[in-house]
Nanobody
Framework: QVQLVESGGDSVQSGESLKISCAVS????????MGWFRQAPGKEREAVAIIDTYERIGYADSVLGRFTISQDNIRNTLDLQMNNLKPEDTAMYYCAAANRHFHPDILLRAGKDWMKYWGQGTQVTVSS
């Protein structure tokens, strides 16, 4: 049984940093692509960062240069380091996993339709 459990969400000020994590169980990283998605109130869920075990990584243009996605094979977590946070980064952040590998560009464009497993989300709020 695959379980994805996010943690680390918080309320921070604009310009600050935050790291959120997803504890992964029942899903070997070699199974497929994983990623972080976010959804703000009244908006569609969008892909933020994608990673796979072929070391392919992709980021949404809005977070490129500020966010870093990584997989920790010892702790079995998917992490997202977020720097220089902006009020527009405010959203519920979800960890997700696919049942095969996709090129990151595919998942960044329409990833939520391809992801098979989802966590329950962790809230990130950035105030100006």
């Amino acid at each position: 049984q695959v379980q994805l459990v996010e943690s680390g969400g918080d309320s921070v000020q604009s310009g600050e940093s935050l790291k959120i994590s997803c504890a992964v169980s029942g899903y070997p990283f070699s199974s497929g692509s994983m990623g972080w998605f976010r959804q703000a109130p009244g908006k569609e869920r969008e892909a933020v960062a994608i990673i796979d075990t072929y070391e392919r990584i992709g980021y949404a243009d809005s977070v490129l240069g500020r966010f870093t996605i990584s997989q920790d094979n010892i702790r079995n977590t998917l992490d997202l380091q977020m720097n220089n946070l902006k009020p527009e980064d405010t959203a519920m952040y979800y960890c997700a996993a696919a049942n095969r590998h996709f090129h990151p560009d595919i998942l960044l464009r329409a990833g939520k339709d391809w992801m098979k497993y989802w966590g329950q989300g962790t809230q990130v709020t950035v105030s100006s």
